[in-house]
């Protein structure tokens, strides 16, 4: 069983506007998130965090909305920038893992 | 001040034999996890320890798979008589504390021939 989806295999996106990549989960108990970005034949980068006492944490271009009622956390990247082009994992309390979304920011 | 480092990059074994898989955590990282990535996949979790100690096996496979963290040296993740459906990318990562962001390693591949 699944307990964190991405549902979006994929986006496109033009440089310069923003990506929205998505996350739902299903166990209420998860009280930390986190976002990671992977490029091919390598580990998971940290990217940014929030705990379930916050619906917001903003670090420069990225921005990790958490809404606990719908158990749904986004990740915004504005401006959106070649370099982003990747496959982002969002987690769960660092035990559960999306199945990630690939990213292609178009310039 | 190293990354999470992980040997060997690329592990080719045939079928039946044992793999073993290192990971040395960042320096002062006490937590490490275990993570296994098929192709197609996400990662899934295997296992979490801290220092000598085992906190939670529930994403390992109840036969052939263990996990260690000594007090000196790297874990270790061991794999007995693999199979072909053992090939995968498996990952670590560390953390100085539970519940934060953790450091992942580049991964081992392992081939199962």
């Known amino acids: 069983d699944q307990q964190v989806k991405q549902n979006s295999p994929s986006l496109s996106v033009q440089e310069g506007r923003i990506s929205i990549l998505n996350c739902d989960y299903t166990?209420?108990?998860?009280?930390?998130f986190l976002w990671y970005k992977k490029y091919p034949a390598e580990g998971p980068t940290f990217l940014i965090s929030?705990?379930?006492?916050?619906d917001k944490n903003e670090d420069g271009r990225f921005t990790v909305f958490l809404n606990k009622s719908a158990k749904h956390l986004s990740l915004h990247i504005v401006p959106s920038q070649p370099g982003d082009s990747a496959v982002y994992f969002c987690?769960?309390?660092?035990?559960?893992f999306g199945t990630g979304t690939s990213l292609t920011v178009i310039p | 001040n190293a990354g999470v480092m992980q040997n060997p990059r690329h592990l080719v074994r045939r079928r039946g034999q044992e793999a073993r898989l290192r990971c040395s955590p960042m320096?002062?990282?006490?937590?490490v996890y275990w993570y296994r990535q098929l192709p197609e996949e996400g990662l899934k979790f295997m296992v979490y320890?801290?220092?000598?100690?085992?906190?939670?096996e529930s994403g390992m496979p109840k036969e052939r798979f263990s996990a260690e963290f000594p007090k000196e040296g790297p874990s270790i993740l061991r794999i007995q008589q693999v199979v072909r459906g053992d090939s995968a990318a498996y990952f670590c990562?560390?953390?100085?504390?539970?519940?934060?962001?953790?450091?992942f390693g580049q991964g081992t591949r392992l081939t199962v021939v």
């Open positions: 990562a560390s953390s100085r504390q539970p519940n934060t962001e953790a450091f």
């Open positions: 166990n209420s108990m998860f009280d930390y």
């Open positions: 929030i705990s379930s006492i916050k």
């Open positions: 987690a769960c309390n660092q035990f559960y």
């Open positions: 320096k002062g990282h006490s937590h």
């Open positions: 320890l801290q220092k000598e100690n085992i906190i939670d």
